[in-house]
């Protein structure tokens, strides 16, 4: 459990500004660790680094099916995805001491 978490992680090991090029290497990286992960739908916001070409090629390369909020940026949009995130960062890190 804890290495798929830290699959997503590299990006914040190799910069410290999330640019689209990490985005889509982190996607490349999943996809080379995961043959399952081929076919999977990814909810993000729309920040630039997620609209971008690079990152939609990468995705498109896998098969991974884009999802998105809603165009007015409405935070009820993405609510159910952040929860998941802080319920599993709050499961295999903060609880284990890693922050």
Not at 16 to 25: G, I, P, T
Not at 33 to 38: G, I, K, L, Q, S
Request: charged letters at 25%.
């Amino acid at each position: 459990e804890m290495l798929r978490s830290l699959v997503g992680s590299e990006m914040c090991i190799r910069d410290s500004n999330m640019r689209a090029e990490l985005c889509a290497a982190t996607v490349e990286n999943t996809a080379a660790a995961y043959p399952e992960f081929h076919g999977a739908v990814l909810h993000s916001d729309r920040r630039s680094r997620y609209t971008s070409a690079s990152y939609r090629a990468a995705l498109s390369e896998y098969g991974v099916k884009q999802s998105m909020n809603s165009a007015g940026g409405r935070c009820n949009d993405n609510a159910r995805c952040e929860s998941m995130w802080a319920r599993m960062k709050n499961e295999l890190f903060y609880s284990r001491g890693i922050n």
